[in-house]
């Protein structure tokens, strides 16, 4: 039974490129979360989705930043016009639909580490 | 003030010891409790998660939840060097469905 699947996991990247970090969340689950980890700090969730659904972007930056689910396929993150900013671990975690969102437990992919030249 | 507050460590104890981790919470109306462990380069782990008030025992690990005093502990008996990693708080709040995760505990089982 796999686990929660990201590529690539290492991505390298010239400031102005486009970043797209893909994410295949476990069997059964069908809820999607992004975060996003720069070293010495804590991860900070960025984006919330189901299936064809944004359910909370609050944590997503304004600009250069997207994020899709669609109904066949794996969860998009994608980054316009990196900057070196940008670089940091970006882990999706998924859970199951159990219709108790609040409680339900997040399982980690192993994360795309993306590095801006 | 961060939703979730951890010691950054790093907390050292020798092998075999009970390793005592701690966090605290802004939000007293934060329902759901987890801790993860990490080990340097890879991705977070699920240890346990508590709902209610008390202690809740998995094995070697326990974690205790006192919502009125809002924190959420996780001790680890019989500690082993394998132990040695950073271990992340996180909360679901009241409202709204995010993970707030503390900055993490670094531990280092001595052998």
């Known amino acids: 039974n796999a686990g929660v699947m990201q590529n690539p996991r290492h991505l390298v990247r010239r400031r102005g490129q486009e970043a797209r970090l893909r994410c295949s969340p476990m069997?059964?689950?069908?809820?999607v979360y992004w975060y996003r980890q720069l070293p010495e700090e804590g991860l900070k969730f960025m984006v919330y989705?189901?299936?064809?659904?944004?359910?909370?972007e609050s944590g997503m930056p304004k600009e250069r930043f997207s994020a899709e689910f669609p109904k066949e396929g794996p969860s998009i993150l994608r980054i316009q016009q990196v900057v070196r900013g940008d670089s940091a671990a970006y882990f999706c975690?998924?859970?199951?639909?159990?219709?108790?969102?609040?409680?339900?437990?997040?399982?980690f992919g192993p994360g795309t580490r993306l590095t801006v030249l | 003030q961060k939703e979730v507050e951890q010691n950054s460590g790093p907390l050292s104890v020798p092998e075999g010891a009970i390793a005592s981790l701690n966090c605290t919470y802004s939000?007293?109306?934060?329902?759901?409790f987890f801790w993860y462990r990490q080990y340097s380069g890879k991705s977070p782990e699920l240890i346990m998660f508590?709902?209610?008030?008390g202690d809740k025992e998995d094995g070697r690990f326990t974690a205790q939840l006192n919502k009125a005093s809002q924190y959420v502990s996780l001790l680890i008996r019989d500690s082993q060097p394998s132990d040695s990693a950073t271990y992340l708080c996180?909360?679901?709040?009241?409202?709204?469905?995010?993970?707030?995760f503390g900055t993490g505990t670094s531990l280092t089982v001595i052998p």
């Open positions: 975690a998924s859970s199951p639909e159990s219709g108790l969102w609040n409680t339900d437990t997040q399982y």
């Open positions: 069997k059964g689950h069908s809820h």
């Open positions: 989705l189901q299936k064809e659904n944004i359910i909370d």
């Open positions: 939000d007293r109306g934060s329902q759901s």
């Open positions: 508590i709902y209610s008030n």
């Open positions: 996180a909360v679901i709040r009241g409202t709204g469905n995010q993970f707030y």
